[in-house]
T-cell receptor, first 116, second 114 residues
Framework: EAQVTQNPRYLITVTGKKLTVTCSQN?????MSWYRQDPGLGLRQIYY???????DKGDVPEGYKVSRKEKRNFPLILESPSPNQTSLYFC???????????????FGQGTRLTVV | KQEVTQIPAALSVPEGENLVLNCSFT??????LQWFRQDPGKGLTSLLL?????REQTSGRLNASLDKSSGRSTLYIAASQPGDSATYLC?????????????FGSGTQLTVLP
């Protein structure tokens, strides 16, 4: 079954304690990205990756890091979490934009992070 | 910068009604548009994907249309059921070089009353 898997689904942590949210996809997609969803602000892109070892900032990258050492994995790293990073996080993957190709985006189930 | 707007923000209808959700976007140079469903506290489930060259897509009781020139898409839900209650999000993927991101609207929260 084609899927994007995020872990953990729920996480409560304290300010400043480094954490990693993992994301893995089994569809051999080149493109992966991270979004955060906040009430009234919708979904906003944090970082994206076009392929292995190729990452770039989205609209709200401050306070986050990512890495893409393997095609299937795209972890989101919060080196020093702060309360304003409390949010619902989604990882997504899709094929590359090649003319006429279906580029449906697949999303993980989300990670609800609370930073106290 | 692309902006996506969804109207209405919330909608409540009795079971069995047909309904239309609206999505508009400011930059018509899109690659595709995707409609998602999100249940409370849950992930996003893809409903329909419309390529920029297409006018509509259908899946069961759902029909999505796209008018790229006017920057509009609609999601039509026929014979609504309580199980359709969820937030519906539309998102556009732009055509520009490195911009592969999806730009989302804020969603329409649908409640179908039994």
């Amino acid at each position: 079954e084609a899927q994007v898997t995020q872990n953990p689904r729920y996480l409560i942590t304290v300010t400043g304690k480094k954490l990693t949210v993992t994301c893995s996809q089994n569809m051999n997609h080149e493109y992966m990205s991270w979004y955060r969803q906040d009430p009234g602000l919708g979904l906003r892109q944090i970082y994206y990756s076009m392929n292995v070892e190729v990452t770039d900032k989205g609209d709200v990258p401050e306070g986050y890091k990512v890495s893409r050492k393997e095609k299937r994995n795209f972890p989101l790293i919060l080196e020093s979490p702060s309360p304003n990073q409390t949010s619902l996080y989604f990882c997504a993957s899709s094929p590359p934009l090649i003319g006429g190709m279906n580029t449906e985006a697949f999303f993980g189930q989300g990670t609800r992070l609370t930073v106290v | 910068k692309q902006e996506v707007t969804q109207i209405p923000a919330a909608l409540s209808v009795p079971e069995g009604e047909n309904l239309v959700l609206n999505c508009s976007f400011t930059d018509s140079a899109i690659y595709n548009l995707q409609w998602f469903r999100q249940d409370p506290g849950k992930g996003l489930t893809s409903l329909l994907l419309i390529q920029s060259s297409q006018r509509e897509q259908t899946s069961g009781r759902l029909n999505a249309s796209l008018d790229k020139s006017s920057g509009r898409s609609t999601l039509y839900i026929a014979a609504s059921q309580p199980g359709d209650s969820a937030t519906y999000l539309c998102a556009v993927r732009e055509h520009s070089g490195s911009a592969r991101q999806l730009t989302f609207g804020s969603g329409t929260q649908l409640t179908v009353l039994p």
